[in-house]
């Protein structure tokens, strides 16, 4: 890699963290490609992303950005879980974690506050911002739904009433 790829990257790595909302420090133990393809995939699946990074690059990237704090967890083979979504690659490292012991995570940061393994896997459970948002949207339409169905109640009692007295007379 020559200097102007390698400014190149940098450039790209901070523009990725003027974006997102969470980064994600993992550990690579040996994983194969195949299943560093599968977790790419599942990460794409929910919004994130993850990419290998050289430590050198990635803290010349982090230098004047809220994630400075991570710069102490680029020891040794990491990679970079990033996703605009505070939750989405925190769940999916966690997860793909608990099925592959070659992967492990490190910790990570949402914005300027630093997260140990354990905050990474707390943040992982919470619901996702997609999540959050049918949940919110769901509260606002019930109270909406009782109102209508109290509204319509006392009209339709009327119609059965009238409808019962209709049949009876006409027997």
Known sequence: MDRSQKADAVAALNATFGEVGVVVVTR???????????????????????????????KLAIADTD????????????????SVDPVAAA??????????????????????????????????SMPSLDEMRAK????????????AQLATAPA???ARVFGAYATKEAA
């Open 156 to 158: 339709a009692k009327l």
């Open 67 to 82: 994630y400075a704090g991570i710069g102490d967890m680029l020891i040794g083979p990491v990679a970079l879980a990033t």
């Open 136 to 147: 919110l949207i769901g509260l606002v339409q019930a109270p909406a739904t009782k109102l």
């Open 28 to 58: 690579n133990l040996g994983m194969t490609v195949a299943q560093t393809t599968a977790l790419r995939v599942k990460m794409r699946e929910a919004g994130a992303s993850f990419k290998v990074s050289k430590n050198s690059l990635a």
């Open 91 to 124: 769940k999916v490292a966690v997860e793909f974690a608990k099925t592959n012991d070659k992967l492990e995570v490190v910790g990570g940061a949402m914005g300027a506050v630093l997260l140990d393994a354990e905050g990474i896997k707390a943040l992982a």
